[in-house]
T-cell receptor, first 110, second 118 residues
Framework: QKEVEQNSGPLSVPEGAIASLNCTYSDRGSQSFFWYRQYSGKSPELIMFIYSNGDKEDGRFTAQLNKASQYVSLLIRDSQPSDSATYLCAGCSGTYKYIFGTGTRLKVLA | GAGVSQSPSNKVTEKGKDVELRCDPISGHTALYWYRQSLGQGLEFLIYFQGNSAPDKSGLPSDRFSAERTGGSVSTLTIQRTQQEDSAVYLC????????????????FGSGTQLSVL
């Protein structure tokens, strides 16, 4: 069973802090990874994708990928209450089947 | 259309009835997915359509579930003889194409259909 695992949380961080969200995957064939944000009652929206080892930065968001450790993370700097949502990690094996984790609920405390 | 459109947004049905859920993907998107999300859970892959290729139905949980995509555009997910465990949000997503590792791979999700089976 190919899986993507995330801690369900909630992860609580104070406003302005760095939120660190982590994800591990079991399928070594996975080559690209995605972070989706899902507000309560809403559909997921893509915020980051990464396919090379290392870091990828976009504004306050940094995605990190370590294929040797089968580990993906998302860092959110200067966290805002509006960042409070569930963050879904997804892996794709280069074909088309995205495997999603169950998501980590993030709470940013004002 | 401007985004992925799903209808109905909410569907309440009685156990044993059949339901049809509709998805209209973004114009020009050749890939279409159906996912199911139960309360507090992640997204469960159901089925994938790509152009005129045979769909990947490997995620359909039982033979009560079927889906079709007409003309490479609109898709309908049908659940026959609904059961209470079918209650969930059914999400449709589309993407431009799978040509390698690029933002073309990103999925655009519809707002989902909340299905409640009583």
């Amino acid at each position: 069973q190919k899986e993507v695992e995330q801690n369900s949380g909630p992860l609580s961080v104070p406003e302005g802090a760095i939120a660190s969200l982590n994800c591990t995957y079991s399928d070594r064939g996975s080559q690209s990874f995605f972070w989706y944000r899902q507000y309560s009652g809403k559909s997921p929206e893509l915020i980051m994708f990464i396919y090379s080892n290392g870091d990828k930065e976009d504004g306050r968001f940094t995605a990190q990928l370590n294929k040797a450790s089968q580990y993906v993370s998302l860092l959110i700097r200067d966290s805002q209450p509006s960042d409070s949502a569930t963050y879904l990690c997804a892996g794709c094996s280069g074909t088309y089947k995205y495997i999603f984790g169950t998501g980590t609920r993030l709470k940013v405390l004002a | 259309g401007a985004g992925v459109s799903q209808s109905p947004s909410n569907k309440v049905t009685e156990k044993g009835k059949d339901v049809e859920l509709r998805c209209d993907p973004i114009s020009g998107h050749t890939a279409l997915y159906w996912y199911r999300q139960s309360l507090g859970q992640g997204l469960e892959f159901l089925i994938y359509f790509q152009g005129n290729s045979a769909p990947d139905k490997s995620g359909l949980p039982s033979d009560r579930f079927s889906a079709e995509r007409t003309g490479g555009s609109v898709s309908t997910l049908t659940i026959q003889r609904t059961q209470q465990e079918d209650s969930a949000v059914y999400l449709c997503a589309s993407s431009l194409d799978m040509k390698g590792f690029s933002s073309n791979e990103k999925l655009f999700f519809g707002s989902g259909t909340q299905l409640s089976v009583l």
